[in-house]
């Protein structure tokens, strides 16, 4: 028995390994399958995913790219127009220039000019700052005959031991400084003239209120009004015109009119400067009684009335919306013998605009065409 356990039958193979079961042989497959299925479908579906924001994303960044580009090329030919416009203001101004010098210079008396016109001219264009204008009439003035005599005189008279500076000589100083705002450089010069022995008079003055005042430097301007009264220098009608101007600016109606006041009381005589600051003082602080009261001081008064003082009046009435009161001093200026000029009408223009008043700006503007367009041209305005 052991022997024939022991020895197999040669016809019976020998029983297969037993089977393993379905549902596991399917779990063990399916799970791989199924993994590998939907990792592959997964990367599919980010692929595409991917490819679409990468292409969005470039879209985006040329969108962008494109619009900065059409920002950057606008603003370049905004920037060509202004270049141009500015070319063509700085060619249209030298020519206009050189059309004023020429038509100075007539088409034969060239060289003939009176000193004085030459001189008010540069004058003109050096305290306003507009350098090129002023050499070309420097140039002008170089080109006339009695250029060379004159420098040759000046420079004889410098040469001279006894040409030293004086008063005259400072407040020329002072006023091209002062009037352009240089304020420290006015002072230093100031202070050099008075070392080197050079009494300030009541001009000197005068031009030091000017240019404090002009500065806004108050507490300069009262320092100055100390020194004078200390030293009993006489006020004159410039001295308190500077002063009532400085104050109205500055809307301290009360110490203006107080100035007003004591220039009445030492029997000095207001003039057209006194009464325009008094009229410009009034209608930026909205003082229409106060306005109505210096047209009755001026009908009780002498005083010589010009077109500039009813352009303040003009101006003040416009500002308060006194429309009535501005156009009567149109019949005012009429009754003085004033014609309006171009600044008259532009501030009644700017007055009915700014109130959004159309139909009087058109009312306006044809009873200057028809009734002072003429007067224009014959250049009496």
């Known amino acids: 028995m052991a022997s024939l356990s022991s020895t197999p039958y040669p016809h019976r193979p020998p029983p297969p390994p037993p089977p393993i079961p379905t549902r596991q042989c399917k779990t063990q497959r399916a799970r791989p399958i199924r993994a590998s299925s939907s990792a592959s479908d997964g990367a599919g579906e980010l692929s595409v995913t991917d490819g679409a924001r990468r292409r969005s994303r470039s879209g985006a960044v040329d969108a962008e790219k494109l619009r900065e580009r059409e920002a950057r090329e606008r603003k370049e030919e905004v920037n060509r127009k202004i270049a141009s416009q500015k070319a063509v203001s700085v060619i249209?101004?030298?020519?206009?220039?050189?059309?004023?010098?020429?038509?100075?210079?007539?088409?034969?008396?060239?060289r003939k000019l009176l000193p004085r016109t030459v001189l008010e001219a540069l004058h003109e264009r050096i305290t306003a700052l507009r350098w090129e204008s002023?050499?070309?009439?420097?140039?002008?003035?170089?080109?006339?005959?009695?250029?060379?005599?004159?420098?040759?005189?000046?420079?004889?008279?410098?040469?001279?031991?006894d040409c030293e500076p004086d008063v005259w000589t400072m407040n020329s100083t002072l006023r091209a400084f002062g009037g352009s705002g240089q304020i420290g450089?006015?002072?230093?010069?100031?202070?050099?003239?008075?070392?080197?022995?050079?009494?300030?008079?009541?001009?000197?003055?005068?031009?030091?209120?000017?240019?404090?005042?002009?500065?806004?430097?108050?507490?300069?301007?009262?320092?100055?009004?100390?020194?004078?009264?200390?030293?009993?220098?006489?006020?004159?009608?410039?001295?308190?015109?500077?002063?009532?101007?400085?104050?109205?600016?500055?809307?301290d109606l009360k110490q203006m009119e107080h100035l007003f006041r004591l220039m009445q009381s030492e029997r000095i005589k207001p003039n057209c400067v006194t009464l325009c600051s008094l009229v410009r003082a009034y209608g930026q602080t909205g003082k229409a009684?106060?306005?109505?009261?210096?047209?009755?001081?001026?009908?009780?008064?002498?005083?010589?009335?010009?077109?500039?003082?009813?352009?303040?009046?003009?101006?003040?009435?416009?500002?308060?919306?006194?429309?009535?009161?501005?156009?009567?001093?149109?019949?005012?200026?009429?009754?003085?013998?004033?014609?309006?000029?171009?600044?008259?009408?532009?501030?009644?223009?700017?007055?009915?605009?700014?109130?959004?008043?159309?139909?009087?700006?058109?009312?306006?503007?044809?009873?200057?065409?028809?009734?002072?367009?003429s007067s224009t041209e014959d250049g009496e305005v």
């Open 92 to 110: 249209l101004r030298r020519e206009a220039t050189k059309a004023l010098i020429e038509k100075k210079r007539g088409p034969t008396n060239s």
């Open 134 to 161: 002023a050499l070309k009439v420097f140039e002008l003035l170089r080109e006339q005959l009695w250029f060379a005599e004159m420098e040759s005189r000046i420079a004889e008279m410098l040469r001279q031991p």
């Open 185 to 251: 450089t006015m002072e230093k010069c100031y202070e050099k003239f008075q070392s080197a022995g050079i009494q300030p008079n009541i001009r000197t003055f005068n031009i030091l209120l000017d240019s404090f005042a002009k500065a806004g430097n108050y507490e300069k301007m009262s320092a100055v009004m100390e020194y004078m009264q200390k030293y009993q220098y006489s006020w004159t009608s410039v001295t308190y015109n500077v002063l009532i101007d400085a104050f109205g600016r500055a809307c």
């Open 289 to 373: 009684d106060k306005i109505k009261g210096v047209l009755r001081f001026i009908d009780n008064s002498d005083v010589m009335l010009d077109t500039v003082f009813f352009n303040c009046l003009v101006d003040a009435f416009g500002r308060m919306e006194c429309f009535a009161e501005m156009k009567d001093v149109l019949e005012m200026m009429k009754q003085k013998g004033c014609k309006p000029d171009k600044i008259t009408y532009r501030t009644m223009v700017k007055a009915y605009s700014n109130s959004g008043m159309m139909s009087h700006v058109k009312e306006l503007q044809a009873l200057f065409e028809s009734g002072w367009k």
